[in-house]
């Protein structure tokens, strides 16, 4: 197997930059949806759960058509993020990177949401009696017990970013240069007679980068037991 063309080069280079736009918007709302799911308790909690966690069980090309109803510049929101602030994501990587953060959005609350609910209560009431306000509390305590939870989660995120492929092509359409990310372009590939070489490596490397990001969140959330184990006893 070959390596890489300087086409490829572009998809993977594409691929890895949608993907970290993807999680530097995403992270913040990941993580305070998650703070609420695990320490609120509200009326109507179990919608505001099902809504989030909505993109996991809808096919990702009716999530691509409700990002195209809502952010195109015909869409009210769409005009007015273009209008205030020059921001368009129709058949821009844009768009690929806000189709990518909406797909990894569910898998990263969840697993920050387990992060969070998995810190001892105890320790930050004992941190509380001390004398330290809500913000030292959760700076000094909650924070460092669930880091590696939530470093685990951005790593899983990623990874879902870069694989993403539905919603995608149905948002941001399948643009070389633009939007045309690992998936879509070993979808490309496949749809070119004698392009078997090109598509193997494509995959190989979808998987290599999928096995990476595994192996790391697998080991922050090992860590995370880790630590908190030491800290209790």
């Known amino acids: 197997m070959t390596a890489l063309s300087p086409a490829e080069w572009e998809v993977l280079l594409l691929s890895l930059k949608i993907g970290a736009v993807a ?4 992270l913040p709302v990941a993580f305070a949806l998650a703070w609420v799911l695990a320490r609120w308790r ?5 919608l505001v759960d099902a809504l989030v966690h909505l993109p996991l069980v809808l096919p990702p090309v009716v999530t691509g058509w409700l990002l195209l109803i809502t952010f195109s510049p015909n869409a009210p929101l769409g005009s007015l993020l273009e209008r205030t602030m020059g921001l368009t994501f129709l058949f821009r990587w844009t768009g690929a990177a806000l189709a990518a953060a909406v797909m990894a959005l569910p898998l990263m ?19 509380r009696t001390l004398g330290a306000g809500p913000w ?16 685990a989660a951005l790593v899983l995120g990623f990874a879902r970013s870069v694989g993403e492929f539905g919603a995608t092509i149905t948002f941001a359409s ?6 045309q990310t690992l998936p879509l372009a070993i ?23 999928s096995i990476v990001a595994l192996a790391i969140s697998e080991w922050l959330v090992r860590r995370s037991g880790q630590d908190r184990a030491r800290r209790v006893f």
């Open 23 to 26: 999680m530097a918007a995403v």
């Open 42 to 46: 509200f009326p109507g909690k179990v």
């Open 109 to 127: 609350v969840r697993a920050m949401r387990l992060s969070l609910e998995g810190v001892d209560r105890r320790l930050e009431q004992a941190a």
């Open 136 to 151: 030292r509390t959760f700076l000094s305590v909650t924070l460092p017990l669930s880091l590696n939870g939530v470093l």
């Open 174 to 179: 399948n643009i070389p240069s633009e939007t």
């Open 187 to 209: 979808y490309s590939a496949l749809q070119v007679p004698g392009s078997d070489v090109q598509v193997a490596r494509l995959a190989v490397l979808s998987v290599l980068l």
